[in-house]
Structure formats: structure tokens, C-alpha cells
């Protein structure tokens, strides 16, 4: 990914508007034997690169969609951005402060509440032995943002009241909610500690089509309420398409293409982008047909030479099996990483 | 899983509810849900609980149910000795058991036997339970070095029988403590050395179950709240994996029972002045071949039916907690 982001509209955005800088950023995964198989039959180390250094920005109060197959490594990049893992490179900064350079509990712990979390699955994501009240109040609890019981009572219920469900319900436990209102009851635990930050992973992919709809209209309800900035992840294109301020395109660990979420989807540049929104449904209503995504996600433990998508790309060359591109600004904003756009070989749009 | 849940929230203690209101609620699902029905169908298991609680309770008001002191010296009479059971010629009413060779009233030693037996029995299982549990928790929930550490200990000491570890550590403590000590503090070296045989089973089951729910995604959401690894441990990850806990805790009573039996026969166990069911086996089985068979039968009777009855309350347990199994 291109190193110098001086020079790419990245950062001219980031002029003090960003909440989120993620530079160079990558994770990787020992999934080698264990020792003694190595050893005795020689099998080799095993490095998986879920992340392999992406740069992009979250300006405050706007969506960055992040967008990929199945095991491109989404879920990795929004675990490393809420500190779950630790990053093998690169930087993470929330409103210019570096995660990495925090160490004491008492400096994470103004960050920590800053930043939260919405899983994808609704039943693992709440303690089935816990009530609602004692859930959505365990950050409350532990950032001591309220004391007294009746206080941190009142709270739970505005916050239920907050995501369309009932004070009452805080008695309950998990398993008398259904998917889509245990992601409320998600949501309502999220803005305990009133963030500014939420990243969502998935948040809808568990849930009916019909009930996606009210949690993305509710997810965008509370984001006007709370001026809040999202990173939004989801393999689906068309789930992302109306929340979109930022859209982000990831391939095997790597960002292929990112910009306004109008220009990605109006005029995507980089053929895997092209690929996933021939697929779904015409958003645009320009009267084209879906076809289908050809071809399967490599083995990320060991991905193709040079760009790891020439396998499946119609624009393949030689270069592109050896060179991996870096990723260009475009002249309408954004970035792209192809050698055939650099080159000119494909037309816009 | 339903079951599971349904059956384990009976167990929930959430402190913002009303106590009162919470038990109420509790006890109703409990009678409606899956775990009484499966009781109700089951005569092996009712008469199972049946005679668990028996002997609980004969063990538990041992000093007021049985119908003499065993060991109070003024209400033992020699003249008594070697009475036989009340269907046998020459006995007499006012010992339905007989009696054994120093006059005391076998059915009293019997219920005075249990009550060594299951304390001992229930002890052992407890500090079983919190070790093995505990390290489990830390070996799953850490990983690591820590979890290799304590792995390979519950490897090396499941290749030994536990009661050669009962025996061992019984042994070592014996060895080691001052003599006159012995009499004191049998009861701690007990439950240590039969504890201590025991907790593995509880940590690889704890640790496996803590292995699954470590990486579900509530205990991700503590862990970006900010949440103390130790008390993600005890208020999330435990209450989720102490279902298995509880089968495993009543099968191991059974087998606390026998080893405490064991070591007692073996003469290293409950000393001879307060006697648990395995004593009063060994004790009596020097009268068997003289014809006094009562005094070591009914004490093995005793032994079998309690430890079974148990072993069966914990397969029906196991069961019935675990559908996939059935
Ligand atoms: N903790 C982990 N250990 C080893 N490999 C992992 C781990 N987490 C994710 N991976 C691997 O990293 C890749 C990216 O995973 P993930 O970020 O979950 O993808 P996505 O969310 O886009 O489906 C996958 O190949 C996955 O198998
Ligand atoms: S770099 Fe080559 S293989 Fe990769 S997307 Fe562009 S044209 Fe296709
Ligand atoms: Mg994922």
C-alpha cells in the first residue's frame, strides 16, 4: 500500500476532521505445527497474512464501509482497530492519539470508552446468564459513569428506550429476544459509555432481510442523534450501499480500492469492485443484468504472486503476476491499487 | 442446548431481582421444564434420590435418628457384643443390626459411618471442584506457557490411578506431620490427598468449554469495555461453564466415597475412633470367618447401594443436561 500518504486525498481529509487513521496496518497469523511436528517432519512455518498493511480514514461523524469476501480479513482489521489484537505493523490513531504508545490502564481507559463494538452474531455476542439490565450497565459499571442503582437503572431503560425496545425488558434474559432485538439490545450496550466511535462487524449479516432493515435504519437514526462515526463491515455490497459516506474494497488482506461511497459505487475502477457490484442487485436502476462472482477466494496462507487477484481478473498480464501495484490516488479521490487502471488499459466506469 | 439453559437457570443469581420473586420464578420453570419431567419418568433415578437422601439425612441427624450413641462409652456394654441381626436366633429388639464386637449397635455406626463417609466424601469433592475448576479457567482463559504448564501435569497425574495418588499424598502427609497430630487432622490429609486425586477431570472439561467461550463474542465486548481479566473469567466465562461441572461433581462423589473407603480399609484412612463405612468394613471382616458376618456385610451394603445410588444420580444428570448424548 502506498507509504507516503502525504501526498493522497487520504489525508486531505484529515485535517482535524478524522477520528480514525489507520496507516500501514497489518496482522499476521502464526498458524504453523506445532513445534515437535515441525521439527520431526520438517514441515515449514505457516504465516497467514490476514492484514497486510492497509491505510485509510474515518472522518468524525461519517460511515467507512469495509467491504470484502468471506476470510479477506474485515473482521481481523476491525479487531485490531478496538485493540483486541495487537497490530504485527502499522499505526491506529483515534483523534491523534497512537493505541500503540498506550500502555497504563488509566491512559486506555478515556479511550476505551470511546470506542465500542457491535458483533455479527446476536446469540454469542450477549451472556446467556445475564440479565438485559445487568448487560447494557457493565459499561457503565466499569467506566464508573453513573453510580447508584436506581441511577444506572434509569439509564438502562432511556438506552432500551433508545434502540425501540422496553424498559421492562431489562429483567429478561437473552434467550427470550429474537435475533434482530438482541442486536438492539447490542446496540443499546454499545452506547452505554456514549462513544463516538462504533464499529460494526456485520451487524446485519445474521439477521432476515426484513429485520437488516430496521437495524440499518436504526444504526443511521442513532448516528444523526450522536453525531457518531462508523466503520461498517459487511461482505454484502448492497447492505452497505445506502449508509456508505466511505466505502473501502479489501481483497486477501489488502485494500484494493476505497473512496466516496457515491464514486465506488457510481464508478468503480478496480475490476474486483466492478466484480462484486456485477453481482448484486442494480442499486443504480441503470437497467444492467447481475452476473454472478466468478471464481474462489485463494488460500490466504499462500496467496497468488504479485496481485492476488490476477487469477480471477479478466485484465491479468504478465506484470501482474509479479508486481503487487500500489494503490494510486485517483484524480476524483479515492485510491486505487491496479496496474491496469495505472496504465490506463481500463476505461473508467 | 435448550435444555441446558432452561435446566441452568435455576442456578442464575442475578442480585437486581428480588430474591424471593427470583426463587418463585426459578422453582416454577424448574417444575415445568425438561429436567423434572425426565425425573418423574425415571423410577431408577427416583429411587435413586430416594436413597441419597436417606442417607444424607440418617448421616446429617445421625446424633438424633440413631437409636444409640456408638461412642459413648456409657451406653456400650460389652455384655452386648456379637448380637446377631433380629431375624437370627438370639438376638435382641433393641438392636435391629446386631452388634459388634465391642456391643455397639451396627445400624448406629452405620448412620454414624455415613456421616464420615459423606463428609469426607463431600469435602474432597469441594476442594476437587475449586482447584480443578479453577485451574481450568486460568489454563483455558490464559493460554499459553501456563496452559502447557498445567496441562501436562493433569497428563502425567491421569496416567496414575487416583487412588495411588490419594495413597501417596496420604502417605507423604503421614510421614511428614508429627504422630500425635493424626488424630487431629485426618480429616484435612483426607480430603487433600482424595481432592487432589480428582480435580483433573474438572479442569480439561472447564478448560475445554472455556476454550469455546472465550471466543464468543460477549466476552470480546467485556474485553473492549475494558474488563478485568480475572473478573471475565469469574462473572463471564464460569457461570458458562459450570453446567458439566455438576455432572462431573456427582459422579466424583461416588468415586471420593470409594477412595475414602479404600484408604480406610487399607488402614490409612478414617481412624478406628470415628469410624466411616470403609472402617467399619475392615473392622468387621475379621469377625466374618467366625460367623459374625452382619458386622462387615451390612456395612458393605451400606457402601454399595449409597455409592451407587449416587453413580446413578450423576449418569441420569449427565443425561439429561447433555440431549446430544442420549
Ligand atoms: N485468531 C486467528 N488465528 C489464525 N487465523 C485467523 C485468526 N483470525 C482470523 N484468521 C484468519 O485470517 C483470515 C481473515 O479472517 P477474518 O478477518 O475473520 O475475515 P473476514 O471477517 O473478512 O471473513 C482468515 O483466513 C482467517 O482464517
Ligand atoms: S493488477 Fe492486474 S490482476 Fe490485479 S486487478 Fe489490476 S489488472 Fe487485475
Ligand atoms: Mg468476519
Not at chain 1, 476524483?332 to 487502471?341: D, L, Q, S, T, Y
Not at chain 2, 429388639?93 to 449397635?105: A, E, H, K, S, V
Not at chain 2, 468449554?209 to 471475565?232: C, M
Request: glycine content about 10%; overall charge neutral; charged content about 20%.
Amino acid at each position: 500500500m502506498a507509504e507516503p500518504a502525504a501526498t493522497t486525498p487520504a489525508t486531505a481529509v484529515a485535517n482535524g476532521t478524522d477520528l480514525v487513521e489507520v496507516r500501514g496496518l497489518a496482522k499476521y497469523f502464526d498458524v504453523s505445527p506445532p513445534l515437535l511436528n515441525r521439527v520431526l517432519q520438517g514441515e515449514p512455518r505457516l504465516i497467514l497474512k490476514a492484514v497486510d498493511g492497509i491505510d485509510f480514514v474515518i472522518p468524525k461523524g461519517k460511515t467507512f464501509s469495509l467491504v470484502g469476501e468471506s476470510g479477506c480479513g474485515k473482521s481481523t482489521v476491525a479487531r485490531l482497530v478496538v485493540g483486541l489484537f495487537k497490530p504485527t505493523r502499522g499505526h491506529i490513531r483515534f483523534d491523534g492519539v497512537d493505541m500503540a504508545g498506550l500502555t497504563k490502564r488509566e491512559e486506555i481507559e478515556p479511550v476505551r470508552k470511546r470506542l465500542q463494538m457491535i458483533f455479527q452474531d446476536p446469540y454469542a455476542s450477549l451472556n446467556p446468564r445475564w440479565r438485559i439490565g445487568d448487560i447494557i450497565a457493565e459499561p457503565i459499571r466499569a467506566h464508573r459513569l453513573i453510580e447508584g442503582k436506581a441511577d444506572i437503572l434509569a439509564r438502562v431503560g432511556e438506552l432500551l428506550t433508545h434502540v425501540g425496545l422496553s424498559p421492562v425488558d431489562a429483567e429478561k434474559f437473552p434467550h427470550e429476544f429474537s435475533g434482530g432485538q438482541r442486536q438492539r439490545i447490542s446496540i443499546a450496550r454499545a452506547l452505554a459509555s456514549q462513544p463516538e466511535f462504533l464499529v460494526c462487524d456485520e451487524p446485519t449479516s445474521a439477521l432476515d432481510v426484513s429485520v437488516q432493515a430496521q437495524i440499518l435504519n436504526l444504526m443511521k437514526q442513532l448516528q444523526r442523534e450522536f453525531g457518531l462515526t462508523y466503520l461498517f463491515i459487511s461482505h454484502d455490497l448492497a447492505v452497505v450501499y445506502h449508509i456508505s459516506d466511505y466505502l473501502g474494497v479489501m481483497y486477501l488482506g489488502r485494500l484494493v480500492e476505497w473512496g466516496t461511497g457515491r464514486r465506488v459505487f457510481g464508478q468503480p475502477r478496480h475490476p474486483y469492485t466492478r466484480m462484486l457490484l456485477d453481482a448484486i442487485p442494480d442499486l443504480e436502476m441503470t437497467g444492467r443484468r447481475r452476473i454472478p462472482v466468478a471464481g474462489e477466494v485463494p488460500n490466504p496462507i499462500n496467496p497468488p504472486t504479485g496481485c492476488h487477484f490476477h487469477p480471477r481478473c479478466p485484465f491479468a498480464e504478465d506484470r501482474c503476476r509479479r508486481e503487487a501495484p500500489k494503490s494510486l490516488p485517483l484524480p476524483e479521490g479515492g485510491e486505487v491499487a491496479c496496474h491496469a487502471v495505472e496504465e490506463g488499459r481500463l476505461e473508467a466506469g | 442446548m435448550a435444555v441446558e439453559q432452561r435446566g441452568m437457570e435455576v442456578k442464575v443469581d442475578a442480585p437486581s431481582a428480588g430474591l424471593w420473586a427470583h426463587t418463585v420464578d426459578g422453582l416454577r420453570r424448574f417444575f415445568d421444564g425438561d429436567i423434572w419431567y425426565s425425573f418423574k419418568r425415571s423410577p431408577v433415578t427416583i429411587l435413586s434420590a430416594v436413597i441419597t437422601v436417606l442417607f444424607m439425612s440418617a448421616a446429617l441427624f445421625a446424633p438424633l435418628v440413631a437409636p444409640h450413641d456408638p461412642f459413648d462409652l456409657a451406653q456400650v456394654d460389652l455384655l452386648d457384643s456379637f448380637l446377631p441381626p433380629i431375624w437370627v436366633e438370639g438376638s435382641d429388639p433393641r438392636f435391629l443390626l446386631g452388634t459388634d464386637d465391642q456391643g455397639r449397635d451396627v445400624l448406629s455406626t452405620l448412620m454414624y459411618g455415613s456421616r464420615i463417609s459423606l463428609g469426607v466424601g463431600f469435602a474432597s469433592v469441594i476442594f476437587s471442584l475449586f482447584l480443578g475448576v479453577g485451574l481450568g479457567l486460568v489454563s483455558g482463559y490464559v493460554g499459553g506457557t501456563v496452559d502447557a504448564v498445567i496441562m501436562r501435569i493433569a497428563d502425567v497425574q491421569l496416567s496414575f490411578p487416583a487412588i495411588l495418588i490419594a495413597l501417596l499424598i496420604d502417605g507423604v502427609a503421614r510421614g511428614v506431620l508429627p504422630r500425635d497430630l493424626h488424630g487431629e487432622i485426618w480429616f484435612y490429609v483426607l480430603v487433600f490427598a482424595i481432592g487432589f486425586s480428582g480435580w483433573v477431570q474438572y479442569a480439561r472439561t472447564v478448560r475445554g468449554s472455556t476454550l469455546v467461550e472465550k471466543n464468543k463474542e460477549y466476552v470480546q465486548a467485556a474485553r473492549i469495555i475494558g474488563i478485568r481479566p480475572a473478573l471475565i473469567m469469574l462473572r463471564h466465562v464460569l457461570p458458562n461453564v459450570m453446567g458439566p461441572v455438576l455432572v462431573i461433581a456427582t459422579i466424583h462423589l461416588a468415586i471420593a466415597i470409594i477412595t475414602e473407603a479404600t484408604l480406610s480399609f487399607l488402614g490409612v484412612g478414617v481412624p478406628l475412633t470415628s469410624p466411616s463405612l470403609g472402617t467399619l468394613v475392615r473392622v468387621g471382616q475379621d469377625f466374618l470367618f467366625s460367623g459374625e458376618w452382619w458386622i462387615t456385610v451390612f456395612p458393605g451394603i451400606a457402601l454399595a447401594v449409597l455409592v451407587l445410588a449416587v453413580n446413578l444420580l450423576g449418569d441420569w444428570l449427565r443425561d439429561v443436561l447433555n440431549p446430544k448424548l442420549r
